[in-house]
């Protein structure tokens, strides 16, 4: 596993700080937001500071390198015996690259000193497995803010098909102008925190961040004694087909969706120990997503605790179901349901065992993690305890 | 005899600069032209008036295919994609009705870029104003932002056709084509999806006009030579296209011509700038995952596209896989590249010789280049023999990816990248 978030650049920095209630969105520093309503999110600063924003490749590009070799260092994938050919690299985006034209555009000086192949969003994946040395399938998917999940599932897919021994998959997105504006006007920005679930939220924050995962087969990984820290049980990729950025009012598709996830990995709602929900924190996308997990747990629902890591991490875009899957493994290791920060007067409609202001400790043998997108983009995993 | 497992296309629906639909592109790629449409483009706000020779699709054939459609805002690639969409559907005789298990993986370059760019640029002109504040929630419409992401066209498709399946974008260069359509053999064959619709969409962004292709020599090339000793490289190309598949047994079914099943398909990638042995992994995974000999192989649709190293790299590895005896035509000669939409284009003009039974010739090609492989790169249409053709693509981020198409539906066996 690799990551980068606002709370860490390595997966157990990460969680320490996520199980202290630690809150990464703050004032942004590097963009220019004196003409927008909302000034906070979820900004790499550090990572940006030390960064030549004139000449550096794109953030998520980086971002997507670092990670993928991260999560092939942790996996041990080099001299593990694997045919480098047969390992492949997955990312999921919602902008990709497409940062890089601002600055083109606020600096036409700087078009020319750039790479052109940056104006193509395969470049995230191409270069993670340059980098590495992997020539087995390789591609960049967008199913807007559920991309980090789909390519978990494009991954596995990949596997259980016979084209790849190994996968790399991951999520990556960064900050920009445009998506500040463009949330601005959609006025879905909360001007302070993001509080999922709780009765006085007030919207989402933007931020920034790549995970990426190791997946291969259990047979292969178990030979090779890798370290294993999770199944992929299920997944479904659904379509909403209802509105361009409001979900369906009543969960259709992520309804839909966790059913057929959890139907692929044999399980009922009753066997289901976690939710990871998308929980944006907008006070449209939790009660329909409350409503999605009502539908499917029915009485099971108030038995079932609920997290939503936005509160801490902002919304990530295409990388934060990586982010929460990745969060999710190490739940089910550690046996801990993270918190879900800033919710301290959970909302009485969504009617859900919220866990907050303290993590709980659980024994977690499955967990679901939910993940929608503009778009009605819907993509639900189950993932079980490692063996 | 089909089986389960025969994915086959039962519809096409494309815009292109030549026109609505297959047959304007079929005739013009048979005829040996060269891209017609060659368009001057103006620059954008940012830089200076600069022309870029491409081809475009026409903004009245859009409309044309859309007449009567509900209204909405929809950026170009959408409009383009839901036109394409609307004639595949008619041409695979499909209503919007039981679109309920319909799935859609759609590949795109830029996609929603241009967007993107005005919303960005909205705001950098208002900061020019002093008194401009609150830029987002009074210049921008909630309508438009939307549009800037890349999932945007295959999103709109599900929402005004009601299709609820699986719905992903690829954004994968001009292999990403073949991506949704292994994508889309998976998804039927795994049982989430009874139909499939898989596109490919780009329109040629004005922020990107500065930019020249990669690969591209000094000279901004005036048309497409595949192949060829004075090709200088790629030229732009926009097109929508949209393939309907299906298990072929519900094509039976429903009464509806097969025109040609999916028989493998591959992807590979060069982590160490190969190319050519990238591209030799793809063809050869493929013509292994359906057992095929390379001289059973009718025809090689390559992807070529006047590109200076792409082309030479292309042409070795078919002169690796195939030798010099089967023959290949580079359609990009005629219809310039699409980018996101490039591989389908490619595949339409697969099927399309599959029905038709000629191979068209390579336009703009006169002799190769001495980098060139020898291969037999056709300069004249070919009559088409019974048996499966190959579409091979490929592009200068070092991907490639091939899929095995044939006019008679048989199983496709594994479809596994070894």
């Known amino acids: 596993m690799g990551v980068v978030t606002t709370l860490g650049c390595d997966v157990e920095t990460f969680w320490l700080a996520l199980q202290r209630g630690e809150v990464g969105t703050h004032e942004l520093e590097h963009f220019d937001t004196s003409m927008l309503a909302t000034h906070r999110g979820g900004e790499l600063t550090g990572l940006r ?97 559920a991309s980090g999940n789909s390519a978990i599932s494009f991954a596995a897919d990949a596997l259980l098909s016979g084209q790849a021994d190994a996968m790399i998959a991951g999520g990556s997105d960064e900050l920009s102008h445009a998506m500040l504006m463009m949330f601005d006007s959609l006025r879905a920005l909360s001007p302070d925190v993001v509080r999922p679930f709780d009765t006085n939220r007030r919207g989402l924050m933007l931020a920034e961040g790549a995970a990426a995962l190791v997946l291969e087969r259990e047979s292969d990984a178990v030979a090779r004694k890798a370290p294993i820290y999770g199944r992929v049980a299920g997944w479904s990729n659904v379509a909403d087909a209802h509105h361009i950025t409001a979900p369906h009012p009543k969960g259709d598709g992520a309804t839909r969706s966790i059913r057929a996830a959890l139907a692929q990995a044999g399980a009922s709602a009753h066997d289901v120990d976690y939710v990871c929900a998308h929980g944006t924190g907008t006070p449209s996308n939790d009660i329909v997503e409350a409503t999605a997990i009502h539908s499917v747990f029915g009485t099971h629902t108030t038995h079932t605790p609920v997290s939503s890591l936005k509160g801490a991490l902002g919304h990530a875009q295409g990388a934060a179901s990586t982010i929460e899957a990745l969060c999710c493994l190490l739940a089910m290791r550690d046996g801990i349901v993270p918190l879900t920060a800033n919710c301290d007067t959970p909302d009485p409609t969504c009617d859900l065992d919220i866990v907050t202001r303290r993590p709980r400790a659980a024994k977690l043998r499955l967990v679901l993690s939910n993940a929608f997108g503009f778009g009605g983009n819907v993509e639900c995993i189950a993932l079980g305890q490692a063996p | 005899m089909t089986t389960e497992t025969d994915i086959v296309i039962t519809g096409l629906g494309i815009v292109s600069p030549y026109g609505i639909g297959a047959a304007p592109l079929a005739r013009a790629v048979m005829s040996d032209q060269l891209a017609q449409r060659l368009c001057t483009t103006s620059g954008w706000p940012h830089a200076a008036a600069r022309t870029l020779p491409c081809a475009r699709v026409a903004e009245s054939d859009v409309a044309a295919v859309l007449d009567g459609e509900p209204r909405g805002f929809l950026n170009a690639e959408s409009r383009l994609l839901l036109a394409a969409a609307r004639l595949a559907l008619a041409d695979a005789r499909r209503s919007d009705d039981g679109m309920q298990n319909t799935g859609i993986a759609v590949s795109t370059r830029h996609a929603g870029l241009q967007d993107y760019a005005d919303l ?97 020599g ?184 091939t899929a095995v198409l044939e006019r008679s539906s048989t199983s496709c066996g594994d479809q596994s990248g070894r």
């Open chain 2, 120 to 216: 960005f640029w909205t705001g950098l002109a208002a900061a020019e104003e002093p008194t401009a504040s609150h830029v987002g929630r009074t210049r921008i419409s909630p309508a438009q932002g939307p549009q800037s992401g890349l999932n945007a066209p295959a999103a709109h498709l599900s929402i005004r056709l009601g299709a609820k399946g699986p719905n992903i974008t690829f954004t994968n260069g001009a292999v990403g084509g073949i991506d949704a359509l292994a994508y889309a053999v998976g998804a039927l064959r795994s049982g989430r999806a009874t139909t499939m619709l898989v596109g490919g969409v780009d329109v040629i962004p004005q922020v990107t006009h500065g930019l020249p292709m990669e690969d591209s």
């Open chain 1, 49 to 145: 500071d030390l960064r030549d924003e004139f000449t550096a490749p794109p953030l998520a590009l980086e971002l997507a390198t670092t990670t993928a070799t991260s999560a092939a260092q942790d996996a041990r994938l080099a001299g593990s015996g694997i045919e480098p050919d047969r390992v492949g690299v997955v990312f999921g985006t919602v902008m990709g690259t497409r940062p890089v034209v601002e600055r083109w555009l606020a600096n036409p000086q700087t078009q020319t000193g750039g790479d052109l192949t940056w104006t193509s969003s395969a470049a995230l994946s191409r270069a993670a497995a340059s980098r590495l040395g992997f020539g087995g399938p390789n591609c960049v998917i967008s199913t807007a803010c």
């Open chain 2, 218 to 401: 000094p000279d901004v090339p005036l048309a497409p030579r595949p192949f060829d000793r004075d090709r200088s490289g790629p030229l732009l190309s926009e097109a929508g296209v949209i393939a309907v598949l299906e298990q072929a047994q519900q094509a039976e079914i429903r009464g509806v011509p097969i025109q040609a099943s999916v028989r493998a398909v591959s992807a590979t990638f060069a982590p160490n700038r190969d190319l050519k042995r990238a591209s030799v992994r793809s063809l050869i995974s493929a013509l292994s995952a359906c057992s095929l000999a390379p001289h059973e192989v009718r025809a090689v649709f390559a992807g070529a596209n006047g590109s200076i190293a792409g082309d030479a790299a292309e042409s070795h590895a078919l002169h690796a896989v195939f030798g010099d005896s089967t023959a290949v035509c580079a359609v990009k000669g005629a219809t310039a590249d699409s980018l996101g939409a490039a591989a389908l284009v490619q595949l339409a003009a697969a099927v399309s010789s599959l029905r038709r039974r000629w191979i068209p010739p390579t336009a703009g090609f006169q002799s190769p280049g001495q980098d060139i492989a020898a291969i037999r790169i056709l300069t004249a249409p070919e009559p088409l023999l019974p048996g499966p053709v190959v579409v091979h693509a490929w592009d200068m981020l070092r991907c490639s990816a």
